[in-house]
């Protein structure tokens, strides 16, 4: 999931770290939004 959204949004993995799982779930959510609306909105 860290990995997911650094990739997305160019963030460090070390933020992402510090963050709790909800908050890390949230942003998961918004990277895959993106991933979808970039490509098309296809899935892996």
């Given at each position: 999931m860290?990995a997911?959204?650094?990739f997305i949004?160019?963030?460090?993995?070390?933020?992402?770290?510090?963050r709790?799982v909800?908050?890390l779930?949230d942003?998961h959510?918004k990277?895959?939004?993106?991933?979808q609306?970039?490509?098309?909105?296809q899935?892996?």
């Open positions: 860290v997911d959204i650094a949004f160019h963030w460090q993995p070390d933020w992402l770290l510090g709790g909800s908050e779930m942003w959510e990277a895959t939004t993106r991933h609306q970039v490509n098309g909105g899935s892996e």
